[in-house]
């Protein structure tokens, strides 16, 4: 079967992601179950036919793959979807994993990402984080909120990402959109570029290194919106692994600075529910006085204890969500528990 065909079959499924790995038929996740599009095995010149096809849609050279063992890109086939791919070499030969993103952006509400994350939108500067796991959703809440600025707002957003996920129209912002590495060499590089180009909104779209993290600390003291991401999970270890990413005598300072730029961390997860589909949990870290002195005097472990016991209106916790869940009967308890950051206070809860 043809790359195209197989892709087109895998949208009308409704699946999340393509897998192509020797040794196994093409497989598409639908609602976090495999589903095989061909039948018997693919060989590894299969799937290497597979792979060079996507980089022909692409127009991207496979020389890319060749000389560093893996590769990320973007590309779009015509009224089937927009696909970002990663294709690697195992074991002497080539797979490919294919995320399957829509053409239109994500609404907010089917999304079902509450309103009081994508009030976010409305903030002028400082640095929001949206954290998670691999495939958690945190480039479609990205994109939500991208859009609710673009719509509301006259601003320039620009946009880093690798690949781009999501095009943005002008609206009453304008957005330009950056791609790593075919529009800029590094995510520091097109950050630090960023600032020279008179922007309102930046959305980087992963903190990767300790370069990046920097510089978007200096975005984000310097007036400017910046949105990004990092897979990690719930506030606390996100500040955690930020202020851990820089050496040890820097990390008095930078928890200094960090209290003051970051205006929240959004936290979120795909739970899968009794009826076999997943539906997204979110936590939601605001950034009041109590929670800066933390951060600034390295108490970051009471900072699920703010989150968790709800004094504070602006703030959403996730074992809260999932007890809630658990109370609607859309998910059991025991899967309630697998997801919860503090599983022994909310089996006592539930």
Same mark, same amino acid.
């Given at each position: ?76 086939? =015509? ?9 690697? %070499? ?80 002008? %609206? ?63 506030? @606390? ?10 050496? @040890?005598?820097?990390?008095? =300072?930078?928890?200094? =600075? ?33 929670? =800066? ?19 504070? %209106? ?21 899967? @309630? ?10 089996? %006592?809860?539930?």
């Amino acid at each position: 079967m043809e790359l195209v065909e197989l892709l087109r079959q895998a949208v009308s499924l409704g699946g999340s992601d393509v897998f192509i790995i020797p040794g196994s038929g093409v497989m598409v996740k639908v609602n976090n179950t495999m589903h095989r599009l061909t039948d018997g095995k693919m060989l590894p010149p299969d799937t290497e036919v597979l792979v060079r096809n996507m980089y022909e849609l692409t127009h991207r050279d496979y020389h890319h793959l060749e000389e560093s063992g893996d590769d990320d890109f973007s590309f779009a086939i =015509q009224d089937v979807s927009r696909f970002r791919c990663n294709a690697y %070499k195992q074991r002497g030969t080539v797979a490919a994993i294919c995320r399957i993103v829509n053409f239109a952006l994500p609404d907010a509400t089917e999304m079902g990402i509450p309103k009081i994350v994508m009030e976010l939108a409305n903030l002028r500067s400082g640095m929001v984080l949206v954290t998670g796991p691999a495939g958690s959703g945190k480039s479609t809440t990205l994109a939500c909120l991208v859009d609710k600025i673009n719509t509301e707002r006259e601003a320039h957003i620009i946009t880093i990402e690798d690949p781009i996920e999501y095009l943005h129209r002008h %609206k009453k912002s304008l957005v330009s959109q950056r791609e790593v590495p075919n529009d800029a060499a590094t995510f520091s590089r097109a950050l630090r570029a960023a600032l020279r180009q008179a922007p309102d909104v930046v959305l980087l779209g992963e903190m990767r290194d300790l370069d990046t993290i920097r510089t978007a600390i200096t975005a984000a003291e310097t007036g400017h919106l910046l949105l990004s991401t990092l897979h990690t999970i719930g506030a @606390a270890k996100t500040v955690d692994r930020i202020i851990d990413t820089f050496p @040890a005598e820097q990390q008095t =300072q930078i928890r200094v =600075q960090l209290s003051m730029v970051l205006k929240a961390v959004v936290s979120q997860r795909l739970v899968p529910t009794k009826d076999g589909q997943r539906v997204p949990v979110f936590e939601l870290m605001t950034v009041n006085p109590a929670i =800066q002195n933390m951060i600034r005097d390295g108490r970051t472990h009471q900072i699920d204890n703010v989150i968790f016991g709800g004094s504070d %209106k602006t703030m959403i916790s996730m074992d809260a969500e999932l007890q809630r869940l658990v109370r609607d009967g859309s998910i059991t308890r025991e899967t @309630a528990l697998v997801y919860a950051a503090n599983p022994e206070t909310l089996a %006592k809860r539930i």
